[in-house]
């Protein structure tokens, strides 16, 4: 079933369960409500787990569901009743700076909870001081941003997005994860917007790793399928859509460039893959007809798929794999790819699928990397991929954590889910 469509039945099939599990019923969180009643402070917004189990079991999409539950409703407590102030642009700030925005970051943070009152001696002082900077820290990790304790134009833009806008955030991820229900313990998760892998067995995570997803303009997308083959030292067939969007132009303006790019033109498959000279290129038959040509890199250590690739059975042409651009791994940010999705340990990652459905432990891979011969393992038995948009999430030390909108699904999936709601009070009445 299409996500959209799985989103829709929850909103016009289930929603009157819903809100009374979340007790929604008098208001729609779509919309401002008084709530004078709701008596919980901010310093309880990001109060931690203390419980071992809840922290243990985060991986449980219930759980996780729960939580963000509590979150929700303290979120919406503050949006009805605290004003949020916006910080001004301005220089960066750092520890032992001082500055009139300093009391405003702080003010922030303590409602936020990444600050406690009991570690501030002033929430007007304007010092940057050392326990603001470790807070600081605290809310660029749960934001998924570079963690350096700076209040720096993105730390500024993260601190002013508003609390209405987190509680809406809150509730379509809420629903989100109502839909995300795996049917085994052991499963990939790729969450998009948090740019990471996790692999989770017997319901915990037992390797995490960053991501590198697709571009705004090159999106991966969000599905199910299942990891069914592994190739080592894959060659790279050049698909057709990055062939005419990076390759062609970039040839156009230099001929040389198939070399330097350690590209082929080739035609045919297998034993009947002829090689063709760059010059020889004809456009006319690139990707076209029956015997086309095409771009083809060899297997190397510098191959751009790198040592290994993981593929699917899913509907797209998308699949898990090694890269040689391993720099990119340390930008925050990490929306570079043309709809695949690369992986920061993918060794590891190949060890542990293969003990989880071959039995084999690393020594028997060994081989197979150490060369350059490609090889193809077909797993015994296919492990779950869910491609997941979680823009708000709670992480495995308990946190509440938000990612940015990378793909605007968040606004889309709100207004829908407002038309849905609109229509459905127009049925009724």
Not at 115 to 125: Q, R, V
Not at 239 to 251: G, H, Q, R, T, W
Request: proline share 5%; with cysteine; glycine share 4%.
């Amino acid at each position: 079933m299409q996500y959209l469509l799985a989103l829709a039945m929850v909103v016009l099939g289930s929603y009157a369960s819903l809100c009374q599990s979340m007790e929604l019923a008098a208001t729609s969180p779509l919309q401002s409500a008084n709530q004078n009643s709701v008596t919980e402070t901010s310093a309880d917004l990001l109060k931690p787990l203390t419980n071992a189990e809840d922290v243990k079991h985060l991986a449980s999409d219930l759980n996780q569901i729960q939580i963000l539950q509590k979150k929700y409703e303290k979120y919406r407590a503050l949006a009805d009743t605290r004003q949020w102030k916006t910080i001004p642009r301005g220089p960066l700030l750092r520890f032992g700076d001082t500055h009139p925005h300093v009391p405003l970051i702080r003010e922030k943070l303590i409602t936020l909870g990444d600050l406690s009152l009991a570690n501030c001696s002033s929430i007007s002082d304007p010092l940057f001081d050392i326990e603001l900077h470790e807070a600081l820290e605290r809310f660029q990790k749960r934001h998924g941003a570079k963690i350096d304790g700076i209040a720096g134009p993105e730390t500024r833009r993260t601190l002013n997005v508003s609390l209405h806008k987190r509680v809406d955030q809150l509730y379509v991820n809420i629903l989100r994860l109502q839909q995300f229900q795996p049917n085994t313990d052991r499963y990939i998760q790729v969450n998009v917007p948090d740019f990471r892998l996790h692999l989770i067995e017997q319901g915990k995570s037992i390797l995490s790793m960053k991501t590198i997803v697709g571009k705004k303009k090159r999106k991966t997308p969000i599905f199910e399928t299942e990891v069914n083959r592994i190739v080592i030292n894959p060659s790279w067939h050049v698909p057709k859509s990055i062939a005419y969007k990076d390759i062609v132009p970039e040839l156009e303006k230099d001929p040389s460039f198939l070399k330097k790019a350690r590209l082929n033109l080739v035609t045919g498959w297998g034993n009947n893959k002829r090689f063709i000279a760059a010059e020889d290129i004809d456009y006319n038959k690139l990707y076209k007809g029956e015997n086309y040509q095409r771009f083809w890199e060899a297997p190397s250590s510098s191959n751009t798929l790198g040592s290994v690739k993981f593929l699917t059975s899913g509907p797209y042409s998308v699949y898990l794999h090694d890269t040689s651009a391993k720099s990119l791994f340390n930008e925050s940010k990490r929306a570079f790819s043309s709809g695949c999705i690369r992986v920061e340990q993918p060794r590891q990652l190949a060890d542990q699928l293969m003990r989880m459905t071959q039995g084999w432990n690393s020594s028997k891979l060994d081989p197979l990397f150490e060369q350059e011969k490609t090889k193809h393992i077909r797993l015994l038995d296919p492990i779950p991929l869910h491609v997941t948009y979680w823009t708000a999430f709670i992480d495995q030390d308990g946190d509440l954590n938000f990612r940015h909108d990378l793909y605007k699904r968040d606004r889309y999936d709100l207004t829908r889910l407002q038309e849905a709601l609109l229509s459905t009070d127009a049925r009724q009445n």
